[in-house]
């Protein structure tokens, strides 16, 4: 006869009760939010998912830096905020060094908001944010994790794309990926979900709003980056260049038809950048001043040569010695 202990993960998984899914969850958090070891984190959260009937979609959730959330589990991207008050721990480390009181942000493919919150909290109440998401159901969250905000920037959130021209498009929702693998490109082979968006070009949008000069920006928009820097150019008019959080994935831009090379080739022809990758796993920005054809690419810090000193020193604070 199966003893208790065994039996429970069945009950769990059988329970269709949301306060009781709520409790349970909450109850495996405590630890895995609290606890200094490290080690089985992950694999403790990831088991506790699976383990209940239904994920909530929205559960209240704390960054350790005080930031508030709304998080919907069944997205594939908000686990690690509820469990354990991070995201992208490195990376956003290094962005949240690079922000300062007063700049003036972009958050474009900005999910849930993560990035944005940072950057709210960062350029405070002298700041401004701008965040951009077409996924309507991941817009309303965005919204919301926005409102949760005190003693922050203002967020101007808008549900839209950015890319080369004034348009309507489709975007594309794959089965069994994260949310924020939405992408304007269709994938031949997996099934998905389609809707229209709106998308407007980055230059648009600066004049209509008034917007001064951006002092950072992070762009994670599924291989149509390309398509968001062509609708850009006002960035590099300005006396002092924007840093670039940019993804540069080679599974995302050949659906594009282009590599991960060109948009360091975008980028340092229109002005002196310096570019450096990320190695989430070392723990470490590696100086790069090109993709080979078969590099996976990565996510890039694009730091240009009229960035201050204090820059440089948070840059070089991460970069690899050998």
Same mark, same amino acid.
């Given at each position: 006869? =199966?003893? %208790?202990?065994?039996?429970?993960? %069945?009950?769990?998984?059988?329970?269709?009760? !949301?306060?009781?899914?709520?409790?349970?969850?909450?109850?495996?958090?405590?630890?895995?939010?609290?606890? =200094?070891?490290?080690?089985?984190? &992950?694999?403790? &959260?990831?088991?506790?998912?699976?383990?209940?009937?239904?994920? =909530?979609?929205?559960?209240?959730?704390?960054? !350790? +830096?005080? #930031? #508030?959330?709304?998080?919907?589990?069944?997205?594939? $991207?908000?686990?690690?905020?509820?469990?354990?008050?991070? &995201?992208?721990?490195?990376?956003? +480390?290094?962005?949240?060094?690079?922000?300062?009181?007063?700049?003036?942000?972009?958050?474009?493919?900005?999910?849930?908001?993560? &990035?944005?919150?940072? $950057?709210?909290? !960062?350029?405070?109440? !002298?700041?401004?944010?701008?965040?951009?998401?077409?996924? =309507?159901?991941?817009?309303?969250?965005?919204?919301?994790?926005?409102?949760?905000?005190? +003693?922050?920037?203002?967020?101007?959130?808008?549900?839209?794309?950015?890319?080369?021209r004034d348009d309507v498009l489709t975007i594309n929702l794959f089965d069994d990926l994260p949310s924020g693998h939405a992408s304007l490109a269709s994938s031949a082979g997996e099934s998905s979900s389609s809707f229209e968006c709106k998308m407007t070009t980055l230059d648009n949008y600066l004049e209509e709003r008034g917007v001064g000069s951006v002092s950072f920006l992070k762009v994670d928009i599924e291989g149509a980056e390309m398509m968001f820097l062509k609708g850009a150019e006002r960035l590099f008019s300005q006396s002092d260049k924007p840093i670039f959080l940019m993804e540069m994935a080679l599974a995302q831009t050949r659906r594009f038809g282009y590599q991960p090379q060109e948009l360091l080739k975008f980028i340092v022809e229109r002005g002196p950048y310096t570019f450096y990758r990320v190695d989430e796993t070392a723990e470490r920005l590696r100086p790069i001043d090109h993709f080979d054809d078969d590099d996976i690419g990565a996510n890039v810090f694009c730091i240009p040569d009229s960035a201050g000193e204090w820059a440089k020193a948070v840059i070089s604070d991460y970069v690899e010695r050998i």
């Open positions: 006869m =199966p003893s %208790e202990t065994t039996q429970l993960p %069945e009950k769990i998984s059988a329970c269709n009760d !949301r306060s009781l899914t709520s409790t349970f969850l909450k109850a495996v958090r405590l630890y895995t939010y609290n606890t =200094p070891i490290s080690k089985g984190k &992950y694999r403790l &959260y990831q088991l506790a998912l699976r383990l209940v009937a239904e994920k =909530p979609t929205a559960i209240p959730a704390r960054a !350790r +830096d005080g #930031r #508030r959330f709304v998080a919907d589990l069944t997205t594939g $991207m908000e686990e690690s905020v509820f469990f354990l008050g991070v &995201y992208e721990r490195f990376i956003s +480390d290094i962005a949240e060094r690079l922000i300062r009181e007063g700049d003036v942000c972009l958050d474009v493919g900005a999910n849930f908001g993560w &990035y944005s919150t940072m $950057m709210a909290a !960062r350029a405070g109440s !002298r700041g401004e944010v701008h965040s951009f998401e077409p996924v =309507p159901r991941t817009y309303s969250l965005l919204e919301k994790n926005c409102s949760l905000l005190t +003693d922050a920037a203002p967020v101007v959130t808008n549900n839209l794309a950015l890319g080369d």
